[in-house]
C-alpha cells in the first residue's frame, strides 16, 4: 500500500504583510511558508512583536496578506469573497484570543451561541448545545453570568466553548493563557490537549516556550519569518480535511425572520442597558412624531371651523347695505331697478333683498315681540338651511305678496307648547293676518346662535308692503357664481351702482373674500404647523443618528467580535439598522400616544382639533423611516469595518 500524502489543510506560499504606505510601511510577515495538516496541534513560538498575532489573523481569514498564497483546502483564500470568508470563519474557525473577546452585554450562553446565530441554528438546538458545551467546560451553573461576573479563566472557557459552538474544526488560540493565572491557564492548556485528542485542529500562539511544549509541533517565528519547525507528528498523518465543500457553502443561510427576531432581541437588550441614552434619544422621536400628530390635528380643526363656517354663510357671499354718501346727502336706496341690474351681473348668481324689523305677532291670546324678515325664496338654499315642517313660500307667493310666514323653531316652541302642526293657522304680524305654512329647522344646532331660530319669514314684498310699507330694501344678499368671482362680483356692483345712483351710497361687505382669505391664512398655518412639526423629527433623527454613531464606535470590539464568529456584513447591518429602527418604533408609540394626548388636552381647553388618523399613521411611519434613513449610514459604516481592526478597537 502506497501512503498518499494528506492535502494539507493550510498551505501558505510567502506570505507577506506589510502595514502603511510607502516610507512608514513595515513588513511585519517577510516570506511565510507553512503547511499545516487537519489534526495538527502546532503551537507557533515567538518573541512580543515578531508578527505571530498577524500570522494568525491571516490563517483565520479576518485579514488579508499584501502578497503570497493561502490555500484553505486545496482552495485559494484570495478569491473568496466577504460572505465566503464569513463562511468559512463560521464554519471552520473558532478563535480564542488572549483578552477573551467576549460581548459583554451578554450572558454566557448567548455569547456561546453567537457563531450558531450566523450560522442559522434555530433557538432550541442552538440554546441547548451551548448550554451542553458549557456544561463540558464546567460552566453549567454559570449559564446566564455576564462576561464580567466571571473570572479570567471562566471567560476564556466561554470562549473555547464559543470556538467550539459550529464544531471548531481550526481552532486558533492566540496567547489564549496570557492573562491568566498559572492554574486557570495550565486548566485551559489540557482543554486545548483534549481537543487535539479529540480530532480538532489546534494553532496555538504563544511567547511562553513552555506553553508551547505542550503541542505536538512548535513552529518557532521570529521577526515575521519561520526560523524552525519541528516537523509534523503522529497526528497528521491520519488527519485529513473534512469540510463540507466550499463551492457548495450556502451563504445565506440564516433565514430571514430568524435573523430579525434575534436582531430585534439584541436590540431591546442594547435600548434596556443604555436605558438614559436611549430615553434621551426617544425623547427626540417621540417630541417630533407627538408634534406631527398635535400640529397637524390643531391646523385640521381650524380648518374644520373655518369650513363650518363656509357652509353656513358661503364663501360666495357679499352684503350690500344702505349708507350716507361721502358728502353727507342720504342714500338712494336701492330699489327694485337695481336690484334687477345687479342679478344681471356677470359674477352674481342670486340677489336677495332683505328687510326687516321687530314687530309684535299674536297668535291665540299670545303674544310677543320679534324680529320679522322679508326675504325671498332663495334663502333656504343661500344659508343652507333647510326647512323643518310644511314649507317655504313660492315665486308666486312672492309676486302675489300672499299673507303667508315661516317659522323660526324657536318661535314654533314659543307659540305651539304642545308641539302641535301649525301649517294652516292664522298669525297677526302688527295688524295683518299671515297664515302659518312651514317651521325653519333649528340654526342654533350648527351655527351655536339661536338668533336665527327667533324669527320669523315672511316674502319680502308682502314684507315691504303688508307690515313695513317701507320702498327699500335694509340689505341686500349678493351671490357670487363662485369663489373665485367674489371679488369681480363686489368690483361690478360697485360700478354699477356708482353710477346708477351718481354717488357712493353703499357699502359692500364682502364676506366671501373675507372667508375665503381665513381659509387661506388657516391653510398656510397647517402648512407651517406641519413644517415645525417635520422639522422636529428630522431634528429626533439626527438624534437617532449620532446615537448610532456613539453605538458603533463604542461597540467596534464588539463587531470584530461578531466578524471574527462568522457575522456577515450584511448581519452586521441588520443589527444595527434594527436597532435604529427600535428605537424609532418605541419612540413613534410613544409619541403617538403624548400627542394624542396633548389633542385630548387641547380639546378639554376648546381649541378645535381634528385628529387626523392619516396624520397619526404618516408621522408613524416617518418615525420609522426617519430611523432607517437615519440608522442606515451609521450601520453601514459599522458592517464596513475591517474584522481585525474592529477587534482591536480601533
Ligand atoms: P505578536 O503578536 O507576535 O506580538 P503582532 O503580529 O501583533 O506581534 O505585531 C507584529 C508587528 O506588527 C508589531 O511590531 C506591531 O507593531 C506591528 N503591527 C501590528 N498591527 C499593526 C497595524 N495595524 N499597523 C501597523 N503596525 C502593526
Ligand atoms: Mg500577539
Not at 407651517?528 to 446615537?547: E, K, T, Y
Request: aromatic share 6%; with cysteine.
Amino acid at each position: 500500500m502506497k501512503s498518499v500524502p494528506p492535502t494539507p489543510l493550510i498551505a501558505l506560499t510567502d506570505i507577506r504583510r506589510r502595514y502603511g504606505e510607502g516610507e512608514a510601511a513595515v513588513e511585519v510577515l517577510r516570506g511565510v511558508s507553512l503547511e499545516i495538516c487537519a489534526g495538527e496541534f502546532v503551537a507557533i513560538v515567538g518573541a512580543s512583536g515578531s508578527g505571530k498575532s498577524t500570522l494568525m489573523n491571516l490563517l483565520g481569514c479576518i485579514d488579508r496578506p499584501t502578497s503570497g498564497s493561502y490555500r484553505f483546502a486545496g482552495r485559494d483564500v484570495a478569491a473568496l469573497d466577504a460572505d465566503h470568508l464569513a463562511w468559512l470563519r463560521r464554519e471552520a474557525f473558532g478563535f480564542v484570543f488572549q483578552a477573551y473577546n467576549l460581548i459583554a452585554t451578554e450572558t454566557a450562553r448567548e455569547n456561546v451561541e453567537v457563531p450558531a446565530i450566523y450560522a442559522g441554528v434555530p433557538k432550541d438546538p442552538r440554546q441547548a448545545q451551548a448550554a451542553a458545551l458549557l456544561d463540558r467546560l464546567g460552566l453549567g451553573d454559570r449559564l446566564d453570568y455576564r462576561p464580567n461576573q466571571l473570572s479570567g479563566g471562566q471567560q476564556q472557557r466561554v470562549s473555547i466553548a464559543r470556538a467550539l459552538m459550529n464544531g471548531g474544526r481550526i481552532i486558533l488560540a492566540d496567547e489564549p493563557t496570557g492573562a491568566l493565572d498559572t492554574r486557570s491557564g495550565a486548566e485551559v492548556m489540557s482543554l486545548l490537549d483534549e481537543l487535539a485528542d479529540a480530532g480538532h485542529t489546534i494553532i496555538l500562539i504563544t511567547h511562553d516556550r513552555h506553553v508551547a511544549e505542550r503541542a505536538r509541533r512548535v513552529i518557532e517565528i521570529s521577526d515575521g519569518r519561520i526560523v524552525a519547525d519541528s516537523g509534523r507528528g503522529e497526528a497528521a498523518k491520519t488527519g485529513r480535511a473534512t469540510l463540507p465543500d466550499l463551492a457548495v457553502a450556502d451563504t445565506g443561510h440564516a433565514s430571514l425572520s430568524a435573523n430579525l427576531r434575534e436582531a430585534t432581541r439584541a436590540a431591546w437588550r442594547v435600548m434596556r442597558i443604555n436605558r438614559l441614552r436611549t430615553a434621551l434619544t426617544l425623547l427626540g422621536i417621540v417630541i417630533g412624531v407627538a408634534s406631527v400628530i398635535v400640529m397637524m390635528a390643531v391646523g385640521e380643526g381650524a380648518r374644520r371651523q373655518v369650513m363650518a363656517q363656509m357652509g353656513a354663510l358661503g364663501a360666495t357671499i357679499l352684503y350690500l347695505e344702505n349708507r350716507s354718501a361721502p358728502d353727507g346727502s342720504p342714500p338712494r336706496g336701492i330699489d327694485d331697478g337695481d336690484l334687477a341690474e345687479i342679478a344681471r351681473l356677470r359674477s352674481v348668481s342670486r340677489v336677495m333683498p332683505t328687510i326687516g324689523d321687530p314687530v309684535t305677532i299674536r297668535y291665540g291670546n299670545r303674544d310677543a315681540r320679534v324680529y320679522s324678515q322679508g326675504i325671498t325664496t332663495d334663502m333656504p338654499s343661500i344659508h343652507k338651511w333647510p326647512v323643518a315642517q310644511g314649507r317655504f313660500f313660492t315665486e308666486r307667493e312672492m309676486r302675489e305678496l300672499a299673507p303667508v310666514v315661516v317659522l323660526g323653531s324657536k318661535i314654533y316652541e314659543q307659540f305651539f307648547l304642545d308641539g302641535g302642526n301649525p301649517v294652516g293657522r292664522q298669525l297677526l304680524i302688527g295688524n295683518t293676518l299671515f297664515e302659518i305654512i312651514g317651521v325653519m329647522s333649528s340654526k342654533g344646532a350648527s351655527s351655536g346662535s339661536d338668533g336665527e331660530d327667533k324669527r320669523v319669514f315672511v316674502p319680502y314684498r308682502s314684507a315691504l308692503v303688508r307690515i313695513y310699507q317701507r320702498p327699500v330694501p335694509d340689505y341686500v344678499v349678493v351671490e357670487a357664481k363662485s369663489t373665485d368671482l367674489v371679488d369681480d362680483a363686489e368690483r361690478e356692483i360697485r360700478a354699477l351702482l356708482a353710477a346708477r345712483h351718481g354717488q357712493e351710497d353703499f357699502s359692500i361687505d364682502n364676506a366671501g373674500a373675507r372667508l375665503n382669505a381665513e381659509m387661506a391664512s388657516r391653510r398656510s398655518m397647517t402648512l407651517m404647523l406641519g413644517l415645525i412639526a417635520v422639522v422636529s423629527l428630522v431634528v429626533g433623527g439626527i438624534g437617532v443618528m449620532n446615537v448610532m454613531l456613539m453605538t458603533v464606535k463604542e461597540r467596534t470590539r464588539e463587531i470584530g467580535i461578531r466578524m471574527a464568529t462568522g457575522a456577515r456584513q450584511r448581519d452586521i447591518l441588520r443589527q444595527f439598522l434594527t436597532e435604529a429602527v427600535m428605537v424609532s418604533l418605541v419612540g413613534g408609540v410613544a409619541g403617538v400616544a403624548l400627542g394624542l394626548t396633548l389633542g385630548g388636552v387641547l380639546l378639554l381647553f376648546a381649541v378645535p382639533i381634528g385628529f387626523s388618523p392619516l396624520a397619526g399613521l404618516g408621522a408613524f411611519g416617518c418615525a420609522v423611516a426617519t430611523g432607517l434613513l437615519f440608522g442606515f449610514m451609521p450601520a453601514r459604516s459599522a458592517a464596513r469595518l475591517d474584522p481585525v481592526r474592529a477587534l482591536a478597537g480601533e
